[in-house]
């Protein structure tokens, strides 16, 4: 049986060409040619050498002028971007493949980020789409910050890959965009901060999830919960992509209510407290600065103000007196267990049962 193999010059030819044939052919000038179409004489010799594209009005404009269907000049036009895009991956060849290994395809095929492919070529392409860039060198300088900040201490029991921290991010903004948010508005995301606080007693995420959503939108922050793939150890990340929109984006790493809200927090600290043109990316392995000391302090006051903290280290170490403490206050009593194991008044594994643990729903 013989194999039909897809025939991929290497080489592509620009629609200009087919239209400069045309015009020659016509003894058409660029000036007239330019009169009919409706564009300068300096639009047209860029359509002419391919650095501008065909949209559908100049295809609309071309049909009656040198003849061939709008849909005919469209194709042609999709035809050479696709070209170009396939002998670009094809120049960056083993670099390219490398590459890959950067990121989690796996899971990002997983969890639908990614079509399933076989083709190297074809999984390439489809990342650098995934990612909204033209080459390799494009992905490095616009995740430039995600990978810098991501650039974890390796250890024996982990490999950490900046790449699908990059990953991670990237779908953060992609599933920001759908939401809808006023302009940013820092004394109203105060004033929601200690709103939310009672959300942390609510135990279904179908309901605080969309809440929390909802009133974030309400400061100008997009809220994104999103499982990590593997080789991101994020637990969160914030940012503002406009001066007026911040993206907080969170994991739920860890599966528990006190990790989650204190996660929360502690990006929430970023927003209100640091500068506006950094990002922040939290994780086990990143470094602690000034910047991530205040955000711990600020996320511990605000779910545990500072002057019930001497009665929450003299409780007795027992669930009827956190879980009445917890009502107190106004959060989970996880929350409070939390604060208490990192303070070392309970060792890790005491009343861990009155944390709430979640699962995803694909386990």
């Not at 994780?283 to 000391?293: A, F, L, V």
Request: hydrophobic letters at 40%; charged letters at 25%; proline letters at 5%.
């Amino acid at each position: 049986m013989t194999k039909t193999v897809e025939f991929q010059p290497d080489w592509v030819s620009a629609p200009g060409e087919t239209i400069a044939d045309i015009l020659e052919q016509r003894k058409m000038s660029e000036t007239d040619f330019a009169r009919g179409i409706g564009k300068t004489r300096e639009q047209v010799r860029n359509l002419l050498n391919g650095r501008e594209t065909i949209s559908e009005e100049v295809a609309q404009r071309l049909e009656p002028v040198i003849g061939g269907s709008a849909a005919f000049w469209i194709a042609r036009e999709r035809s050479y971007r696709e070209g170009l895009q396939r002998l670009k991956v094809r120049a960056q060849g083993n670099a390219a493949s490398k590459w890959l290994e950067e990121l989690p395809i796996k899971d990002m095929t997983k969890f639908g980020w990614l079509p399933s492919l076989e083709a190297t070529a074809d999984k390439i392409a489809a990342c650098l789409q995934y990612f909204g860039v033209g080459d390799i060198s494009a992905w490095r300088e616009e995740y430039k910050a995600v990978l810098d900040t991501a650039a974890f201490r390796t250890s024996p029991t982990f490999e950490s890959k900046p790449g699908a921290v990059a990953a991670w991010f990237r779908r953060g903004e992609i599933e920001s965009a759908g939401i809808a948010c006023k302009a940013w508005n820092p004394e109203r995301f105060h004033q929601a901060l200690r709103e939310i606080r009672a959300l942390t007693r609510e135990q279904d995420p179908t309901v605080f999830v969309p809440e929390l959503r909802r009133r974030f939108a309400d400061c100008g922050v997009a809220t994104v919960v999103l499982r990590a793939p593997s080789g991101c150890r994020a637990s969160g990340a914030t940012r503002f992509l406009t001066p007026s929109r911040a993206l907080m984006l969170l994991s739920f790493r860890y599966l528990s209510d006190d990790q989650f809200w204190f996660s929360v927090f502690h990006e929430a600290a970023h927003l209100v407290i640091h500068a506006n043109t950094m990002m922040f990316l939290e994780g086990p392995d990143i470094p602690s600065n000034k910047e991530e000391k205040e955000a711990n302090q600020f996320a511990a006051d605000t779910l545990v103000p500072p002057e019930y903290r001497t009665e929450m280290l003299k409780l007795p170490v027992n669930g009827r007196a956190v879980m009445r403490f917890a009502r107190k206050v106004g959060v989970s009593p996880g929350i409070i267990v939390g604060q208490l194991q990192h303070l070392g008044r309970l060792e890790r594994m005491q009343l861990n049962n009155l944390k709430r643990r979640y699962t995803w729903g694909d386990k």
